[in-house]
């Protein structure tokens, strides 16, 4: 491996990580189309060494949200019985679906993501300080919640990303659970659910290791620390950052999808 | 504990800063292995694929051991119901290892 490699490498882990944590989003949606793309990695490859990814961001941030107390640990546990199921149905079938396939699912869940942000720069326009106490809060509708982590781990391991933009508005919308506490539950869940995957993968052969060593290293840095700084940055310029940056990439995609180039 | 927990009885402290302390030790362990085992492989020295190949392990293992170490923790809170259902959910990340064999 070239140094350049390994400075492009940590430079993708350190922003993917960094603005992720910050944005209170995974990394995962900007570093499987960037390895594809710029790092000509195949599909499956990509997502391989983007689970991993994914683990080294849940860890690192959820270290610093558990010891904060945001995290119902509890309800995590009970959403994660689906989430790991979901987890492991994709990834046996992932192997299966051509890279073709994978692509275009990808760009689908490119749409979602930028709709998703878009929401969320709009509602934060009026938004003032977050507030540092979290409300009392009654857990409701489990099942809906139950449903949305097993869709949200078949993501995940379908697709190399965490499936934070699925679980914590549903846990939000129908569970009653509160915006931080939803979010620091979702960053804990994700380690377990991608790791199910990543062993999957892993053992196919799909992670490389030369590719992952460096980018772990770049997202667990970048990802501490925005994890660390997140109540200090206002996240609405970063979510306009990362939209620009989703739609590029899902534009990218799409561009080599049509010429057949994936 | 910040000031802003919502539960803060003695019990949930316990597990939360169990794991936080287990989630840190497998973090810490997996980014000094896979620093260490990139440079080696930039510097195209032996053991640079061991070294990663152990670091990058690790970090898959941390949550599963994250997992064991919170069925340990709600047993000794005598919280059976979520001992059993972290107990489950460690047997479905297993099992997903051991399917993969199979299928």
């Known amino acids: 491996m070239t140094l350049l490699l390994l400075c492009a490498l940590i430079a993708l882990g350190l922003v993917a990580g960094g603005f992720g944590a910050l944005a209170g989003v995974g990394g995962g949606f900007l570093i499987v189309p960037t390895l594809i793309l710029f790092f000509h990695l195949p599909v499956h490859e990509a997502i391989g060494i983007s689970l991993v990814a994914v683990i080294a961001t849940s860890t690192a941030t959820s270290a610093v949200q558990v010891e904060r107390g945001v995290t119902d640990v509890r309800l995590g546990f009970v959403l994660e019985l689906t989430t790991t199921t979901g987890a492991i149905i994709a990834s046996l079938l992932a192997a299966y679906l051509s890279k073709r396939m994978l692509a275009g699912l990808f760009v689908a869940f490119l749409a979602f993501t930028l709709i998703s942000m878009l929401k969320k720069a709009w509602t934060s326009r009026a938004e003032k300080e977050p507030s540092q106490e979290v409300p009392e809060y009654r857990i409701k509708n489990y099942p809906a919640g139950m449903g949305a982590a097993l869709l949200a781990g078949g993501l995940s391991g379908l697709l190399g990303i965490g499936g934070g933009l699925i679980k914590v508005p549903v846990m939000m919308l129908f569970m009653g659970i509160p915006t931080r506490v939803a979010t620091a539950t979702s960053n804990f869940m994700i380690g377990v659910t991608a790791a199910t995957s990543a062993w999957i993968w892993y053992s196919r052969g799909f992670v490389n290791l030369g590719i992952a060593g460096p980018l772990v290293a770049g997202v667990m840095v970048g990802s501490h620390f925005g994890a660390q700084n997140a109540r200090r940055v206002k996240s609405r310029y970063i979510v306009l950052l990362l939209i620009v940056a989703a739609g590029y990439l899902m534009v990218q995609m799409l561009v080599k999808l049509k010429s057949g180039q994936i | ?103």
């Open chain 2, 1 to 103: 504990m910040g000031r802003g927990a919502h539960k803060s009885s003695e019990r949930n402290q316990t597990t939360d800063h169990m794991l936080a302390v287990g989630l840190r030790a497998g973090g810490v362990a997996a980014f000094v292995l896979v620093v260490a085992g990139s440079v080696l492989e930039v510097l195209h020295l032996q053991f640079a694929r061991l070294v990663l190949q152990v670091g990058i392990l690790a970090l898959m293992s941390t949550p599963v051991l994250r997992v064991a170490l919170s069925v340990f923790a709600f047993w000794r809170e005598h919280d059976y119901k979520y001992m059993v259902i972290a107990a489950a959910v460690l047997t479905i990340v297993l099992l997903g290892a051991i399917l993969r064999v199979a299928v």
